[in-house]
């Protein structure tokens, strides 16, 4: 079985400043780190490689530097890592990064791929789906749970806002994973000294069957006209007191609003 | 100050280091309070390749040095000496089979070992044998296939927890020291039980407990070495394990003059910060290069040790005494620097001097230890003559 883990190298997002005229992030000086939703994917998969005979591959679209992502997965328990980096695919939005993964996959193959739910830079939650989407396959979002996986079928549970549907599909499938899935490991040394010494593939435009013209900048129908951080004209009220009496007030406010 | 360590020593110390920040110090407070073993700690050290260190790679270890495990029981020391003791005192277990295994022992235990599946305990101390080990009481008697062995075992470390002991029983009581035989005793053999849990000062992380065997029959297979070997298996073990327990005097040390220092200067007092104070940087200055003293005589013995050196006991006595007593030293300080705040539950370094006493205690008390550099100094200077 084959299982392909998307993963994303984002700014560490405790550490990141906001230009204050751009309202963009703040790039330089920042650590790196492998999207935590993501970790949450690749540690589900090496679980399962535990269970039975999996190969996992670890893939990410960036710049050479995203390199060191695919390394420290390496660490934490993937077989081989691949890096989709080109100068044709500068410039995507989830639309056009959705269409290169998903044709990176087709050239790699894969039974199951997994991806975090989003990523902490962008937010969007919409690479997962939508690459599922260009893979013409099955996608089961915000998975907290996998029940059970045989050769031609997965069950899982999707979390919902109350408690959690279990889905079943067929495969090839993709998911996206909640944290609630698993803790994450700590890299092993075995680990740390294979992701020194592994060969990292790279795949460009001509590697992955891709139309150019549904690459980068050129294949994002996304045009970002301003970033800004909305203003909050809410209506705020600061409640004080020992616990009973907040408790009390809140009470009240919440009568007031006809909440309660 | 840099040791220069090589590339594996680094990614080591600096595995152990996170797994210390991140999976330890959070919850080292509610283990040490509730005396909990640290189950889910010893499951990510044994996922991270920690237990695989220094077992050959022949038998699924990384085949690494002492130095290279002393350097991740000094990272784990830096947060919690309970439970770098249980990962310490399954390598102390871990040496007799190491040491004096048959190939066959080798092969059934080792894997098992390395991958952190089954952990290990040594079995030497009883009510009657601390520091004069020569009064174990625990007999095993060879009947056919089999040795039976009778006696109480006390104050073993991750007793309960391990599934393989390494154990010493007289074979032979009228030979004294030379009627002492090692063995491989599996937990859950008939016979063998457990008995009270100790309730501690410190380490409480740690499981202390009474081993107990009523006619537990074991494999002949099972005697480590040849009968009435069991004193030396012991002592070169043991010579072997004491870096390690400076390696938790050096870690816990460090821990406890970070948490001081860093106090030290966020506390204000007469308008001041109170390490700006001469009396507090004085007593910081004395733990800081004791630390350092400390951590290069530890790290040169192991090395020492690692460079196939035939005879360590006197250096590994050095080690273990001196670095241990500068981590009572150190931590005592460290709750002084830190004033009342230090004496409170809410600072992590009042558990730290608790956890520090023991390391003059176990593993041969520091007096033990200057007899057994006393010793090498008669022997030595009988030569000179």
Redesign the interface.
Known sequence: MKIVVCIKQVPDTAEIKINPETNTLMREGVPSIINPFDLHALEAAVRLKEQRTVRVTVLTMGPPQAEGALREAISLGADDAVLLSDRAFAGSDTWATSYTLAKAISTIGADIVLCGKQAIDGDTAQVGPETAEFLDIPHISYVRKIESVEDTMIKVQRLMDEGYDVVQSSLPVLLTVVKELNIP?????????QS?KCEIRTLGKDDINADENDLGLKGSPTQVKNIFAPESTAEKKMIEGTAEEKVESLLGELKKIKCL | MDYFLNENQQIIRDLARRIADERVMPVRAELDEKGEFPWDIMRTIAQSDMMAINIPTEYGGLGMGGFEFILAVEELSRACLGVSTTFAANALGTYPILLYGSEKQKKKYLPDIASGKRLVAFALTEATAGSDAAGVQTTAKLEGNEYVLNGTKQWITNGGEAEIYTVIAMTDKNRGARGASAFVVEKDTPGFSFGKKEDKLGIRASSTRELVFENCRIPKENLIARQGMGFIVAMKTLDKSRTGVGAQGVGVAQGAFDASALYAKERHQFGTPVISFQAVQHMLANMATEIEAARSLVYSVSRYVDGGAKDVSKESAMAKLFATDVAMKVTVDAVQVMGGSGYMKEYPVEKMMRDAKILQIYEGTNQIQRNVIGQSLIKETAKKK
């Open positions: 490991r700590m890299p092993s040394i075995r680990g740390i000294l020194k």
